[in-house]
């Protein structure tokens, strides 16, 4: 505990000094406002549960899943919209929320879907992922943004060209919106201090971020309960959950 002490005062230093952040977050930050993780997840084998639960996320986010069974993969998300739509922010959205009043340049990267960095009060959030509560027609490229839960019809279809509607997030095997993946790595080799907080830092190109932090000589700061592939290659580790460890951090 005195290590983690000793870290947490000369981390707290070097964000006191800071003037361009960039934090990326995963999964892991939203963990304590009751969102599952991805890697957390584990198949349900029973009876009762719907086909969906018995598939790997990484084997429903993908648009194989999706043109073979569109019904089957819309359920997973409106259960997932609907699981969301349930929960809050917690402590770690909202000390990024004060982090972001006090340095002059910061932005936010993140892999999460759910909204709740933007729902918090964070302002320049990039979603490299995507965002759940958007829709996008697979025929006409029509975006909208529908947060309704549960959804009226399943799979829902575009009421300008009657054709399928799909989440508006990025799935296995697709291309990261460029223009935001460009920006972040810009981002993230300008600043002087990087956050990454609880991403498993295995899906690339969004762990791309934190490495190419890393090989610029910036000050790169993991808050995680767990190591990661880039644990041994950060300039502190920061061991524990997010709701405790960014206020603690943060705090003026
Ligand atoms: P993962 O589910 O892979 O990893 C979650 C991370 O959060 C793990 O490293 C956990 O140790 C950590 N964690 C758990 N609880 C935490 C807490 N309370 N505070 C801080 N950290 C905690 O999620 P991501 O890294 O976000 O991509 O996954 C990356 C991408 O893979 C996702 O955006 C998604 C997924 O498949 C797509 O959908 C394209």
């Given at each position: 505990m005195a290590a983690r002490n000793d870290?947490?005062?000369?981390?707290?230093?070097?964000?006191?000094e800071a003037t361009n952040v960039v934090v990326l977050t995963g999964a892991g930050i939203s963990a304590e406002s009751g969102v599952p993780t991805f890697r957390g997840?584990?198949?349900?084998?029973g009876d009762d549960a719907p086909l969906w639960s018995k598939f790997r996320p990484e084997e429903l986010a993908t648009p194989?899943?999706?043109?073979?069974?569109?019904?089957?993969?819309?359920?997973?998300?409106?259960?997932?919209?609907?699981l969301i739509a349930g929960t809050q922010p917690n402590a770690g959205h909202a000390a990024l929320v004060d982090l972001e009043r006090r340095v002059d340049r910061f932005a936010l990267v993140t892999q999460n879907v759910d909204g709740h960095h933007t729902l918090a009060g964070s302002r320049n959030v990039l979603h490299l992922h995507g965002d759940i509560w958007l829709l996008r027609c697979v025929d006409c490229g029509r975006e909208i943004e529908d947060?309704?839960?549960p959804l009226p019809e399943l799979p829902p279809t575009c009421s300008d060209c009657g054709g399928l509607l799909r989440p508006g997030v990025v799935w296995f095997g697709e291309?990261?919106?460029?223009?935001?993946?460009?920006?972040?790595?810009?981002?993230?080799?300008?600043?002087d201090l990087m956050l990454v907080v609880g991403t498993s830092a295995v899906v690339y190109p969004a762990a791309g971020v934190a490495?190419?932090?890393?090989?610029?000589?910036?000050t790169v700061i993991e808050v995680n309960p767990?190591?990661?592939?880039?644990?041994?290659?950060?300039?502190?580790?920061?061991?524990?959950p997010a709701g405790v460890v960014l206020p603690e951090l943060l705090a003026p």
């Open positions: 870290a947490l005062a000369t981390v707290k230093q070097w964000v006191a997840w584990t198949p349900d084998d194989e899943a999706f043109a073979q069974d569109p019904t089957m993969v819309w359920e997973w998300y409106d259960w997932r919209r609907g947060r309704r839960h291309g990261l919106p460029v223009d935001i993946l460009e920006r972040s790595f810009l981002l993230a080799a300008e600043c490495l190419q932090a890393i090989e610029a000589g910036v767990e190591t990661t592939p880039l644990s041994a290659h950060m300039t502190a580790c920061l061991t524990g």
